[in-house]
């Protein structure tokens, strides 16, 4: 009886073991079984043909579809492919990270002539006016043929690249708008022009119409701190040459802005006589230019533009407004 209890226990013991055994190898097979579901199977990758970048984003890919927490849309893609396009492989990105981050992007989009840089933005911005170009050019869907904004933008844009009526109409349609609209050019109108007759603050208001920001430029924000109140900001608008060190010395881009002038007043005027002169700074005035650079500040603005109080009250209930 003794030596049958011992076998029993014996039995029994060895039971729960194979019991605890077969548990632990199970959920051990399940985690191992995870994980291989999760995993990429390279050796069904179509590499035939297929580049290294190509594999890699076809991993990658493989890799979004298993994770259903991560974002797997062709949007996704097409923006996990162009990080991947550039970033530079082949530098360490230990010893130079902006290098490895950005160098492939660097070589393959240069700086195109008619522009001072490139970046995303640019990019973005010349992708739109490409789909926008398609639009103008498309025929218009029936649902948006009676749109006036849509007939209108359609009209400007042909009338802009009728290349024809344009030569027909010759330097007419420019000349009127500068003398009509702008009260004249001197360099145009020589010993005509009559400097009584000149306006300046008839000029800015005029060149505001048409989106220049001449001397001074403004526009209406919101409130960051109360976004139901708008305000309307006064600044110092931006210089045309970009740089100040243009106007106080004689540079590349000084000598082709004034080129670029000579070549349209003698397209304009059509006489290629013009003296160069005309468009040149002496040493005094290029002096003079640099004191009055100095001098002029936000301040002096709020001076020289006498706002009367009945326009700031008048602004007041809309508006909040400062300089």
């Known amino acids: ?20 055994l077969t548990i632990v190898f199970a959920a051990l097979y399940g985690v191992q079984r995870n994980k291989n579901s999760t995993a990429v199977d390279t050796t069904t990758i179509p590499t035939t043909g297929m580049k290294y970048d190509s594999v890699y984003i076809y991993m990658i890919y493989q890799l979004l579809l298993a994770q259903t927490d991560t974002c797997a849309t062709s949007y996704c893609i097409k923006a996990a492919n162009y990080l991947l396009e550039s970033i530079d492989k082949t530098v360490d990105p230990c010893n130079n ?37 398609d639009m103008l050019t498309s025929p218009i869907p029936d649902d948006l043929k009676n749109l006036q904004s849509i007939i209108n933008a359609r009209r400007f844009y042909d009338t802009c690249i009728n290349e ?92 082709a802005y004034r080129q670029f002038i000579h070549d349209v007043a003698v397209a304009l005027r059509n006489n290629i006589g013009i003296n160069s002169t005309e468009f040149h700074w002496t040493l005094a005035e290029q002096r003079a230019r640099e004191n009055e650079t100095v001098r002029t500040t936000i301040g002096n603005l709020s001076q020289i533009f006498n706002t009367s109080a009945i326009w700031i009250y008048e602004l007041s209930s809309p508006y909040i407004f400062f300089i």
């Open 164 to 255: 024809t009526a344009i030569e027909l109409e010759s330097v007419n349609v420019t000349l009127s708008f500068v003398n009509n609209e702008l009260g004249g050019w001197p360099i145009l109108q020589g010993l005509s022009w009559n400097e009584a007759s000149y306006n300046l603050s008839r000029l800015l208001i005029k060149l505001r119409e048409y989106s220049h920001n001449m001397i001074f430029g403004f526009s209406t924000l919101a409130d960051d701190k109360n976004s139901s109140v708008n305000f309307i900001r006064v600044y110092q608008s931006d210089i045309a040459l970009a740089q100040r060190s243009n106007y106080l010395n004689e540079t590349k881009v000084t000598k």
């Open 97 to 133: 990270f902006f290098e490895f981050a950005c160098g492939t992007w660097l070589k393959k989009n240069r700086i195109p002539d008619d522009a001072e840089s490139q970046d995303t933005i640019n990019s973005l911005r010349n992708q739109l006016d490409n789909d926008i170009v």
């Open 1 to 20: 009886m003794v030596a049958a209890s011992r076998t029993t226990i014996v039995l029994v013991g060895l039971l729960v073991i194979f019991l605890i």
